[in-house]
Every structure is written in structure tokens, then in C-alpha cells.
């Protein structure tokens, strides 16, 4: 089913485009990524596994975006469907992004005592925050794959 999809230029295309783009914030917000005084992209070797977490998430963000989108081209008429996969994404996604940089403290900070606690939480499990979002993106991947595997064989009978 992967070679399928992404034999299309398009869905490597769109694959690739969702990929970069909630790459580059979360490490623009992780601090992997600077643009002050000149552009530079540090990885210290005490937080590489966070980065390696943050990458993987992406590119299952971005090859479960691009099933999902043929599946819905797939499908077209049938969309009740649809909910499970884009759920299981947002879900994955979200978790992956819940980095604690110097924005995110900034941001948490402004809620007081929960957003300390909130702080706290994130700081001390952002790593297994980013592994279940994995998993989650995971078994998303995994479900998208069977269902248009199944749908596809109901279609050509």
C-alpha cells in the first residue's frame, strides 16, 4: 500500500511539505533552532534523543497526512469514515509538540501556579509525552494501511 501511494509525486510532495513544516517550529520552539545573532541549528548531545523523537514525529505526521488525503480521494463519498484518522493525528501531533523552550515557559509562565505545574509536567515528560505520540502516529499509520487495503479490495470486487 505505501509504494502505491507514494509511486504519486504528489503525496511525497505533500508528505515532505508536512513534514518540514511542523518540524522547523518544533525545533525553532525546542531551541534546536536559532535565527539570533545569524541563523544556526544546535543539537546538544544531552537532549538528541527529544530531537530524534521530534523528527520521527514529523515524518509520521507527514506520511499519515498524505495516506489520509489519498484515502479521502479514495473514498469520496463515504466520509463518516474518515474521523478515526485524522483524530489519531491530531492526537500524535499535538503530544509531539509539547515542547517546553524558552516560548513555552514564557507562554505557561503567564497562567501562574497550574501553568507551573502544567511547566513541570511537560518539562519532566516531554520525552514519553513524544514516544506515545508516536505510538499514537503509529497505530494511525497502521490503521489508515489496513483500511484502504480493505476498502480497496471491496471496491474492485
Known amino acids: ?12 510532495l505533500l508528505a515532505v511539505i508536512v513534514s518540514v513544516s511542523i518540524l522547523i517550529p518544533l ?16 543539537i546538544p548531545i544531552d537532549r538528541l534523543i527529544g530531537f530524534v523523537l521530534i523528527t520521527g514525529v514529523s515524518i509520521m505526521s507527514g506520511l499519515v497526512v498524505s495516506m489520509n488525503v489519498y484515502r479521502i480521494k479514495a473514498l469520496q463519498n463515504n466520509m463518516k469514515k474518515m474521523g478515526s484518522g485524522f483524530l489519531g493525528l491530531t492526537i500524535g501531533a499535538s503530544a509531539g509538540a509539547c515542547s517546553c ?7 505557561i509562565s503567564t497562567f501562574g501556579t497550574v501553568g507551573g505545574i502544567a511547566t ?7 520525552i514519553p509525552l513524544r514516544l506515545v505520540a508516536l505510538a499514537i502516529l503509529g497505530y494511525t499509520y ?16
Open 1 to 12: 500500500m505505501f509504494t502505491t501511494i507514494f509511486s504519486k509525486f504528489n503525496y511525497i
Open 101 to 107: 523552550g524558552p516560548i513555552g515557559f514564557a507562554v
Open 142 to 157: 497502521y490503521a489508515t494501511t489496513k483500511a484502504i487495503s480493505y476498502e480497496c479490495k471491496i471496491r474492485n470486487q
Open 27 to 42: 525545533s525553532i520552539i525546542s531551541g534546536y533552532i536559532f535565527f539570533e545573532p545569524y541563523f544556526i541549528m544546535h
Open 120 to 126: 513541570s509536567f511537560l518539562t519532566n515528560y516531554e
